[in-house]
């Protein structure tokens, strides 16, 4: 898939680990591990808002697009 999952990156910068954040946001550890490992067909962007509001960051810190990835 093109799109490449950075939740690991922001969690280590900002020092907490999925457990932690799955509560904050209000989604299963489960779906965080699922999301972290890019197993995830889509996100709702309530939930991307939540996360980005959590870790203080933008969506863009946590999705890049890599071309020619599959």
Excluded: H, W, Y
């Amino acid at each position: 898939m093109p799109i490449v999952v950075k939740l690991d990156v922001m969690l280590a910068r900002r020092k907490m680990r999925s457990r932690d954040l799955a509560p904050l946001v209000g989604i299963t550890e489960q779906n965080i591990s699922l999301l972290r490992c890019g197993k995830v067909k889509g996100v709702r962007f309530d939930t991307l808002a939540r996360i980005c509001e959590v870790l203080a960051c933008q969506p863009g810190d946590l999705l890049e697009f890599v071309a020619g990835k599959t």
